[in-house]
């Protein structure tokens, strides 16, 4: 019966290759929100909390928005599971640490311990992507708006306890969770039938199968998300071999 049925997300039902250029979502709330957003983002000053460096992660975070939520990419994610993943990978790797890093100040007071941030984040990403969860937020805008908002939130408490936490112990975390991601993606790839109902007619049109586009979703997800939480883990290891390079050379300027 899944197979038959006609999946109509909050991106809008899926599109085929010859219109889904034209398809913008026009919803007015999130219009709305992101106008009123865009207003005061435009009027805010830079001062003591909000530095320029701040103010432009904000602004990133806003234009993301657009390009996740309005622009075609939103249709396009409701055809492809891949692009759903793309979309979700978006969420947890890019606007999350934007909108830590520009609200931090704002974010100081709110407890999170690094191994719990860790796996929350984890359980919430991975329940998602169960094919039952998933299914259900193609089918209810409330599920949907429910599943974008704890991707992010977790993804946000994340971030908030790696940039507290020592680089040891930061970058744990950061491999346990590259792990998870790898794990995940894995799972998905090598899966032996298509999972996800939404999507089992949807890429037809294009040209290619359900199964064919969760195995491609499986690898963006094994390969390309694992490879940036490890870009993370390898930068800041980099930063604090650099730190304690330079305080041994303070310590013996000779």
Not at 51 to 76: D, G
Not at 102 to 108: A, D, F, I, S, Y
Not at 138 to 143: E, F, P, Y
Not at 154 to 181: C, D, E, K, N
Request: with cysteine; charged share 10%.
């Amino acid at each position: 019966m899944d197979e038959l049925r006609r999946w109509v997300p909050y991106c809008g039902e899926a599109p085929g290759p010859e219109i889904w250029l034209s398809r913008w979502n026009v919803d007015p709330v999130l219009g709305a929100v992101l106008l009123l957003l865009a207003l005061a983002l435009w009027r805010v000053s830079v001062g003591q909390d909000v530095t320029p460096r701040r103010l432009l992660s904000l602004r990133c975070a806003w234009a993301l928005t657009v390009v996740l939520y309005v622009s075609p990419l939103c249709a396009l994610s409701s055809a492809f599971f891949t692009v759903r993943v793309i979309h979700h990978l978006a969420l947890v790797l890019v606007m999350a640490p934007l909108l830590v890093f520009g609200l931090e100040p704002w974010l100081r007071r709110l407890p999170t311990p690094l191994w719990s941030a860790t796996a929350i984040a984890a359980m919430v990403f991975w329940t998602w992507h169960a094919p039952a969860p998933y299914a259900a937020a193609l089918s209810s805008d409330l599920i949907y708006a429910l599943m974008q908002f704890t991707l992010l939130a977790s993804a946000m408490g994340f971030w908030i306890a790696v940039r507290r936490s020592g680089p040891t112990a930061a970058m744990g975390a950061i491999l346990v969770t590259t792990v998870l991601m790898g794990l995940l993606g894995a799972l998905i790839t090598f899966a032996a039938r298509p999972l996800y109902a939404p999507h089992f007619a949807s890429t037809l049109s294009w040209g290619v199968s359900p199964l064919q586009d969760q195995q491609l979703a499986g690898i963006t997800m094994w390969a390309p998300g694992s490879i940036a939480y490890l870009a993370v883990a390898m930068w800041i290891g980099w930063r604090w071999l650099d730190a304690e390079r330079a305080r041994g050379l303070r310590a013996d300027p000779a």
